[in-house]
């Protein structure tokens, strides 16, 4: 059974920092790539960032220079460090893994930024 956990999203003001995780489990984590996307009320789901197995990153550009995506393998867990948090930053996160077009998803955290 394929579980993706979230944890560490929450409220912070603009300009502060959140650090977000997610624990896999069921999958190879080793062979996924990695990704965080997010979604805001009323706006469709958005890449905000994906690692590849070898620790090749991507990054949306309204992220870029603020966000930072890693993975630890060994423990199979990937991490997306959010720094100069804006109000528009404001959405639930999801975790993905993707495997060869396959797509498994966690079940989201919150973030809210407030000015």
């Known amino acids: 059974q394929v579980q993706l956990v979230e944890s560490g999203g929450g409220e912070v003001q603009a300009g502060g920092s959140l650090r977000l995780s997610c624990a896999a489990s069921?999958?190879?984590?080793?062979?996924?790539?990695m990704g965080w996307y997010r979604q805001a009320p009323g706006k469709q789901r958005e890449l905000v960032a994906h690692i590849t197995s070898t620790h090749m990153t991507n990054y949306a550009d309204f992220v870029k220079g603020r966000f930072a995506i890693s993975r630890d393998n060994a423990k199979n867990t990937v991490y997306l460090q959010m720094n100069s948090l804006k109000p528009e930053d404001t959405a639930v996160y999801y975790c993905?893994?993707?495997?060869?077009?396959?797509?498994?998803w966690g079940q989201g955290t919150q973030v809210t930024v407030s000015s």
């Open positions: 069921g999958i190879i984590f080793s062979l996924n790539v």
């Open positions: 993905v893994a993707n495997y060869q077009g396959s797509y498994r």
